[in-house]
């Protein structure tokens, strides 16, 4: 692999990343705020705003910083909502099978889930919510 090529695949796995830590670091202060008795959320609706507002972030940050993507909005947004409901249904299911249903510590489906979403989105990012973006895999200009 030219010395170029990896650069921009370096560079590129650090400007995923920096939007999943940022996405990440916005959930867990908005539910925070959200869940603060004055303000009338219940738990879980602070999880869910907080949540939306997160990926509405986090699509935003990714189409424009992470994949350059210039893409309609029309097609690329619907494609990313499914992605984040997958990712949020797996966030459900996982601890509801390992921990409820086999009896596994907690730690396993957490790591489970903070290991396989962020590499399933990447791959679904790439290939299918930000494929027609016009330029190489790594949001690179071709």
């Given at each position: 692999m030219p010395e170029h090529r990896f650069t921009a695949g370096v560079k590129f796995l650090a400007r995923?990343?920096?939007?999943?830590i940022a996405a990440t670091i916005l959930y867990a202060v908005l539910a925070a705020v959200f869940a603060r008795a004055d303000l009338g959320f219940?738990?879980?609706?602070?999880?869910?705003?907080a949540y939306a507002a997160a990926a509405l972030f986090s699509y935003l940050a990714h189409k424009s910083f992470s994949f350059m993507s210039a893409g309609s909005h029309r097609s690329e947004?619907?494609?990313?909502?499914l992605l984040t409901a997958t990712g949020l249904g797996v966030a459900y299911a996982a601890p509801k099978l390992?921990?409820?249903?086999l009896g596994l510590p907690l730690?396993?489906?957490i790591l489970l889930t903070?290991?396989?979403?962020?590499?399933l989105n990447l791959i679904v990012l790439d290939r299918w919510v930000f494929a027609g973006r016009g330029a190489d895999r790594r949001g690179e200009p071709s």
């Open positions: 995923f990343g920096s939007v999943g219940t738990p879980v609706q602070a999880s869910l705003a947004a619907p494609r990313f909502l390992f921990t409820v249903m730690f396993v489906p903070c290991l396989i979403i962020p590499a």
